[in-house]
């Protein structure tokens, strides 16, 4: 799979994407590649905290359409940054927020349904 | 971007905040920041909201200037 990083997707299909992984995954995260071939630092960090805890994880990857999936995401969590968590249709946060919840040890309450 | 002015910016929008900003990669990486935050403004706040607050104050540099930012925040009490 050849990557073209200026690809990109129409916006309202990926606001239509967006808003469907949101409400029908109980955990969905926005991610830099996928848990097999993550892109990124952070987005790695996040698949890995989440898989400790389900096994269902959804994912999206946004580098199919970054600058779309980066305006469709603002909607829901006020803020452009990757990766991103939501859990039951709520954002729950980047990479930090999982990290300072496991730390806590109350990551596995937040994803809990 | 530079980190002072970074630091600036938080402790600007957050009232009473004291920031402080460093580099969350390597050396010459100044994109990728990690910013402590220690604010009596975050009591009671969840992390998400608390971390919006930090969000918000560097609003038009997010994803552009800074590519990245892992937040921690305290309360003066939570930071001992």
Redesign the interface.
Known sequence: MTFDPNQSLPQEEVTERVDQAIEENDVVLFMKGTPMMPQCG?SERAIGLLGQHREDVATVDVLESLEEF?TALERHS????IPQTFVDGE???????LA??DERGELADRLAV | MDLTEVERLIEEAVANAEAEVRRARHEGDDEHLAATVVSPAFEGESLVDRHQQVYDALDEHMTTDIHALEVETFTPEERG
Request: aromatic share 14%.
């Open positions: 952070y980066r006020d803020r452009e940054t954002f729950v946060g980047g990479s930090d927020i300072q919840l």
